[in-house]
C-alpha cells in the first residue's frame, strides 16, 4: 500500500465543512474556533441538563405519552 499522503481532511463535526488534517488547522476537528465553541457549548449544556432535571425528563416523557394532547 503506497500511501499518497496528500492533505488528509476531515469534515468539521459541527457545520460539515471540510477541515484539512495538519498542524496549521489548530481547531481540528473543527473548521474554526467557533464551531469548536459551539460544539464544547452544546456538550456543557447537555452535561448541564443530565445534572440538572430528573424531574422536567419525567414531564417531558409523559407529555410524549399522550400524543392526543399535541
Ligand atoms: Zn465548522
Not at 471540510?18 to 464544547?40: N, Q
Not at 452535561?47 to 422536567?56: D, L, P, R, T
Amino acid at each position: 500500500m503506497s500511501s499518497t499522503t496528500k492533505c488528509t481532511k476531515v469534515k468539521c463535526p459541527q457545520c460539515g465543512k471540510s477541515v484539512e488534517w495538519k498542524p496549521e488547522s489548530k481547531y481540528r476537528p473543527f473548521c474554526s474556533d467557533r464551531c469548536r465553541l459551539i460544539d464544547l457549548g452544546a456538550w456543557a449544556a447537555e452535561e448541564h441538563k443530565i445534572a440538572g432535571s430528573s424531574q422536567f425528563d419525567d414531564f417531558m416523557s409523559e407529555s410524549l405519552d399522550n400524543p392526543e394532547h399535541y
